[in-house]
């Protein structure tokens, strides 16, 4: 298949284009993240992803336009539910582009994060595909989580600690004070 894989970021592509490329599908990526804040976590993901891209001689399609407002916009006053939105845009965007590109089907490394909602993932890609005309791609790539951080450590790639959006980085880095009155600590403090 000539198939689209939607990047989030560098360490997360290395399992999936292995395994996609062992199942000699013909692959490109589309690097689309519009929910990654602060500008400067994009810039490094971002830049990582075009080192390791370069390396590995995966063409990529570049959708670089820091459209965080747009994604706060979408999930304002839905917080709890924003992962939905996060992945509808994404992938809406990668139906889009495979499309137009004349892929067989899309599919992202979303599906590597032990973190990520696979069922939701797959869910809204298999529909955003029927009326797209295409095949979403499923491989549940977590059965590499090990392979892709130990390759990544290797390569002194950038490794990120949260998903992405301001709402993830206050979950990895916020605690909560225990009681009223009590100034919270940060999670690394």
Same mark, same amino acid.
């Given at each position: 298949? !000539? /198939? /689209?894989?939607?990047?989030?970021?560098?360490?997360?592509?290395?399992?999936?284009?292995?395994?996609?490329?062992?199942?000699?599908?013909?692959?490109?990526?589309?690097?689309?993240?519009?929910? %990654?804040?602060?500008? +400067?976590?994009?810039?490094?993901?971002?830049?990582?992803? !075009?080192?390791?891209?370069?390396?590995?001689? +995966?063409?990529?399609?570049?959708?670089?336009?820091?459209? /965080?407002?747009?994604?706060?916009?979408?999930?304002?006053? *839905?917080?709890?539910? *924003?992962? #939905?939105?996060?992945?509808?845009?994404?992938?809406?965007?990668?139906?889009?582009?495979?499309? !137009?590109?004349?892929?067989?089907?899309?599919?992202?490394?979303?599906?590597?994060?032990?973190?990520?909602?696979?069922?939701? %993932?797959?869910? %809204?890609?298999?529909? /955003?595909?029927?009326?797209? =005309?295409?095949?979403?791609?499923?491989?549940?790539?977590?059965?590499?989580?090990?392979? =892709? %951080? *130990?390759?990544?450590?290797?390569? =002194?790639?950038? #490794?990120?600690?949260?998903?992405?959006?301001?709402?993830?980085? *206050?979950?990895?880095?916020?605690? !909560?004070?225990?009681?009223? =009155?009590?100034?919270?600590?940060?999670?690394?403090?």
């Amino acid at each position: 298949m !000539k /198939l /689209l894989l939607h990047i989030c970021c560098a360490p997360c592509t290395i399992y999936p284009l292995q395994v996609l490329r062992d199942q000699h599908h013909e692959v490109r990526g589309l690097f689309f993240n519009p929910n %990654i804040h602060p500008y +400067l976590e994009y810039c490094r993901r971002r830049d990582t992803l !075009k080192a390791y891209a370069e390396q590995e001689n +995966l063409p990529v399609i570049w959708k670089d336009s820091y459209e /965080l407002e747009d994604f706060l916009r979408s999930v304002a006053f *839905r917080e709890g539910d *924003r992962c #939905r939105f996060c992945y509808y845009k994404r992938l809406s965007y990668a139906a889009h582009v495979a499309r !137009k590109g004349n892929f067989d089907g899309f599919s992202s490394t979303l599906l590597y994060s032990r973190y990520q909602n696979h069922s939701l %993932i797959c869910s %809204i890609g298999e529909s /955003l595909a029927k009326e797209q =005309g295409l095949a979403f791609f499923y491989h549940d790539f977590r059965e590499g989580w090990e392979t =892709g %951080i *130990r390759i990544s450590k290797a390569q =002194g790639m950038y #490794r990120q600690q949260y998903c992405g959006c301001v709402y993830s980085e *206050r979950d990895r880095y916020y605690r !909560k004070a225990p009681s009223k =009155g009590i100034d919270p600590e940060p999670a690394d403090g």
